[in-house]
């Protein structure tokens, strides 16, 4: 598994270092305007890509949300590994989110697969069909599925996938993140309801979407 990163994603450092270098090129030439709006930049990278630290509650029976962002859909969906129709939150984050994501349950990546497509707007159903997306297959220790869907968006054209099959992982610990703008699905076991509705706002690694029954 790749190096994990706490603070800043190891991801923005080209981005933050390249408009920050910028920003001070514009001052040093005396572009006023310029450095404004490299400076904006600047700060609006770091924002971006910051990447605080969470601390999952350890209660047993209890999945945490993978992503930053809003509920946009808390239903039934097609798994993309089992092709059956499953419980499924969908959180969709916008650019002032953070990006990175989280373990919902402690378990093992049992399989990853990259599907190319379209970059549609994340917020959509047809998102989860239509977009280029990368799936994880976890199998938590009492034995239950979990897959989780990283779906680039409109905007996003990075999808980052931190981890590989075999790696085990704790709840809330990092495996990747996606670039500006995206959406996080996550379906779960029959064994699970979920504990959030359409409209919540949640924090990876934080907030509990679902509860053993």
């Known amino acids: 598994m790749k190096k994990q990163?706490?603070?800043?994603?190891?991801?923005?450092?080209?981005?933050?270092?390249?408009?920050a270098f910028f920003t001070l090129v514009l001052a040093i030439l005396d572009c006023a305007t310029g450095a404004a709006v490299g400076l904006a930049l600047t700060?609006?990278?770091?924002?971006?890509?910051?990447?605080?630290?969470?601390?999952?509650?350890?209660?047993?029976?209890?999945?945490?949300?993978?992503?930053?962002?809003?509920?946009v859909k808390a239903g039934l969906a097609r798994d993309p590994f089992t092709g059956q129709e499953r419980?499924?939150?969908?959180?969709?984050?916008?650019?002032?989110?953070?990006?990175?994501?989280?373990?919902p349950v402690e378990g093992?990546?049992?399989?990853?697969?990259?599907?190319?497509?379209?970059?549609?707007?994340?917020?959509?159903?047809?998102?989860?069909?239509d977009n280029e997306r990368c799936?994880?297959?976890?199998?938590?220790?009492?034995?239950?599925?979990?897959s989780v869907v990283q779906i680039a968006g409109l905007i996003a054209r990075r999808i980052v996938c931190r981890v590989e099959e075999g790696d085990t992982?704790?709840?809330?610990?990092?495996?990747g993140m996606i670039k500006f703008?995206?959406?996080?699905?996550?379906y779960l076991p029959d064994a699970y309801d979920l504990a959030v509705q359409v409209g919540d706002k949640v924090l990876a690694g934080q907030t509990i979407v679902a509860r053993l029954k």
């Open 181 to 186: 703008g995206s959406r996080v699905d996550l």
């Open 43 to 71: 700060f609006f990278c770091v924002n971006f890509f910051r990447d605080p630290e969470r601390y999952p509650s350890r209660e047993p029976g209890l999945a945490v949300s993978p992503a930053d962002g809003k509920v």
């Open 87 to 103: 419980k499924v939150v969908c959180i969709f984050m916008n650019v002032f989110n953070v990006h990175v994501n989280r373990m």
């Open 108 to 129: 093992a990546v049992e399989q990853i697969k990259y599907h190319p497509g379209k970059f549609l707007n994340a917020s959509f159903d047809k998102a989860s069909e």
């Open 135 to 146: 799936a994880l297959s976890i199998r938590d220790a009492q034995g239950g599925q979990w």
């Open 5 to 19: 990163t706490i603070g800043i994603t190891l991801e923005g450092v080209p981005a933050i270092g390249l408009s």
């Open 169 to 175: 992982l704790g709840r809330g610990e990092r495996f």
